[in-house]
């Protein structure tokens, strides 16, 4: 039995880069699937290209912990900066999510006239910006020293932000803009779906600020699918493709793991996957006590794939909000991505696009094997002739490939019936998964734990975890 110092189970953002960062120890990384990445990867379906799920990157930029962590492996992205991070559709209204406030807040005053929106949106920028620059981001628990330490960044933050750590969402935008139109309401809750798995209604200032400033960063285009950046940050990286963990059991100080293929003791584990799937690969009951105490999260993903023949130039992002709900979502709400016309390898075939709006985890694997099948092109046939009455020019004969997924294709493939965790207020935080666990040597990281979704909040869960690891304070 081979031993080792460390092994991660799970290749998403948080795995690949936690992997990364200690590629000089001892260390395996195992991956199910052939392709990694997880909800980051890219797969291949009859001949053409797609991004599972993520195909947006933000937070690489100077002084930000993203670049910090590529710089640190040695990694320079192929990627490109896009002027328009997102073009936000509601009807008549459009407004063009970019860098530049100024321009930004002239489309939103032309779309929802509000005399308060400069206050409004340059609190939101303000709070994000100080957020970055904090210098004691930490969160841990089960030993005196951790909460020693999440203590003190509760004080950095109550020092820095005050009072306003305290406030609601939903109650900042009504102190300050007052009682908006549904419309501009939406187009708030739409982008904070994206970026924290939550409308403002159950989430803090601090969660609000940090999920509609993201476009106030650079945000960019990763040439070739999101799964060659995943594929980049891995190069030196001793990976196990197409093998799964089976069980794992607690010896000693060490962890035993079975695979599909073998067996393999080390003396530090990190869990990759959802925490409310890690509790199946334990039997000790303890531990699967410890996850049990995780509500599960049931949001998850419907999403559709397209292989389009056009000659016309798209943008990379766009987010379409309408009146009503989609069929069998949870979300108004679609958002598309288009490839690069010139990408080499998503663009083989035609544009590749990822087309995804929330729905409920449990709605899909509760339903009948005919009813599923229904239901899932109901909802794909709505969503496509919704992106069709926006983009006239595409016809749809244009449309190449279509197909779509639910939680129950992603479970398949990914081992998760959900998306994402749950956002992070001032008052649930204690009650969060944490990356370090009760048990020594057994971690936690990705989406599901601190700190949350995206590039930026896992890479924080990641530089949480790597000073962990390696004894950092």
């Given amino acids: 039995m081979k031993s080792l110092d460390l092994v991660v189970v799970g290749s998403g953002i948080g795995g690949s880069l936690i992997a990364a960062l200690n590629k000089d120890k001892g260390h395996l990384l195992f991956e199910k699937e052939k392709n990694p990445g997880g909800c980051a990867s890219t797969f291949k379906h009859a001949g053409s290209f797609y991004n599972t799920g993520a195909t947006t990157l933000a937070g690489y930029e100077q002084g930000h912990i993203l670049k910090k962590h590529f710089d640190k492996i040695g990694l320079d992205p192929n990627i490109e900066k896009s002027d328009i991070a997102i073009r936000v559709v509601q009807g008549d209204h459009i407004v063009n999510r970019t860098k530049d406030f100024e321009y930004f807040l002239e489309k939103i005053e032309e779309n929802y006239p509000n005399k308060n929106n400069r206050v409004f949106w340059q609190k939101l920028k303000s709070i994000d910006q100080k957020f970055w620059e904090l210098k004691k981001i930490y969160y841990g628990k089960y030993s005196l020293k951790r909460y020693i330490k999440t203590l003190s960044f509760v004080q950095e933050l109550l020092y820095v932000f005050g009072?306003?750590?305290?406030?609601?969402?939903?109650?900042?935008?009504?102190?300050?803009?007052g009682e908006i139109p549904k419309d501009y309401l939406d187009f708030i809750d739409a982008q904070l779906m994206i970026t924290v798995q939550s409308t403002s209604k159950d989430i803090s200032l601090l969660s609000l600020a940090l999920g509609l400033s993201y476009p106030f960063h650079d945000v960019f285009y990763v040439n070739g699918g999101m799964g060659s950046l995943i594929e980049d940050i891995l190069k030196d990286i001793n990976i196990k493709r197409k093998e799964e963990i089976k069980k794992i059991i607690k010896k000693g100080d060490s962890w035993i793991l079975k695979s599909t293929e073998g067996e393999y003791r080390s003396k530090n584990l990190v869990l990759n996957t959802s925490v409310y799937n890690c509790r199946e690969l334990f039997e000790d009951q303890d531990i699967r006590k410890y996850y049990d105490s995780f509500s599960f999260s049931d949001q998850s993903a419907f999403v559709v794939y397209i292989s389009l023949d056009s000659s016309e130039q798209f943008l990379e992002h766009y987010q379409f909000i309408f009146n009503t709900p989609l069929p069998n979502c949870i979300s108004n709400s679609f958002f598309v991505s288009f490839s690069k016309k010139d990408d080499p390898v998503l663009s083989k075939n035609g544009y590749?696009?990822?087309?995804?709006?929330?729905?409920?985890?449990?709605?899909?694997?509760?339903?009948?094997?005919?009813k599923y099948r229904q239901e899932k092109e109901r909802t794909m046939n709505h969503i496509v002739s919704r992106f069709l009455e926006y983009f006239t020019s595409v016809k749809k004969e244009n449309i190449i490939k279509c197909f779509s997924a639910t939680s129950f294709t992603f479970n398949r493939y990914i081992n998760r019936y959900n998306c994402g965790g749950k956002a992070i207020g001032f008052n649930n935080i204690m009650q969060l998964p944490s990356n370090n666990t009760p048990f020594k040597g057994l971690y936690n990281v990705g989406d599901t734990a601190f700190a949350g979704q995206g590039w930026p909040g896992i890479a924080l869960g990641v530089d949480v975890l790597n000073r962990e690891l390696n004894g950092i304070d």
């Avoid at 406030?167 to 300050?176: E, L, M, P, R, V």
């Avoid at 590749?352 to 005919?370: D, G, M, P, Q, V």
């Fill in 163 to 177: 009072l306003d750590i305290f406030k609601s969402a939903q109650g900042f935008i009504k102190d300050i803009l």
């Fill in 352 to 370: 590749s696009i990822t087309i995804s709006t929330h729905t409920k985890a449990i709605f899909w694997k509760l339903l009948s094997k005919e």
